[in-house]
Nanobody, 126 residues
Framework: QVQLVESGGGSGQAGDSLKLSCEAS????????MAWFRQAPGKEREFVAG????????NYADAVKGRFTISRDNTKNMVYLQMNSLKPEDTAVYYC???????????????????WGQGTQVTVSS
């Protein structure tokens, strides 16, 4: 059984920074790609950032490239998303996800990820 628990969401103003954390428990989660997705009201869930099992590769959505940084600490089973220069359009529920297949690739489709956290709200005002 795998559980993912996000934390670190909150409210801020444009230009602020927030850091999201995701604690994973269960089987060998450190062996697989993990990612962050987000979903704004009335919109589909979208890929934000992903990281391979050992942190050797990362990938970002164009909308966050240069502002967000994903990292992981396999000794603690943690994945992080550092979000800088936040914009109102970053407002969404952010989800941590674990792939049960990918290790050296970073899928961007939600259906490639088997396990999901409950989500954490990020709200950015102008």
């Amino acid at each position: 059984q795998v559980q993912l628990v996000e934390s670190g969401g909150g409210s801020g103003q444009a230009g602020d920074s927030l850091k999201l954390s995701c604690e994973a428990s269960g089987r060998t989660v450190s062996s697989y790609t993990m990612a962050w997705f987000r979903q704004a009201p009335g919109k589909e869930r979208e890929f934000v950032a992903g990281i391979t099992w050992n942190g050797g590769r990362t990938n970002y959505a164009d909308a966050v490239k240069g502002r967000f940084t994903i990292s992981r600490d396999n000794t603690k089973n943690m994945v992080y998303l550092q979000m800088n220069s936040l914009k109102p359009e970053d407002t969404a529920v952010y989800y941590c996800a674990l792939s049960w297949k990918a290790q050296v690739t970073i899928p961007i489709q939600p259906n490639e990820y088997r396990y999901w956290g409950q989500g954490t709200q990020v709200t950015v005002s102008s």
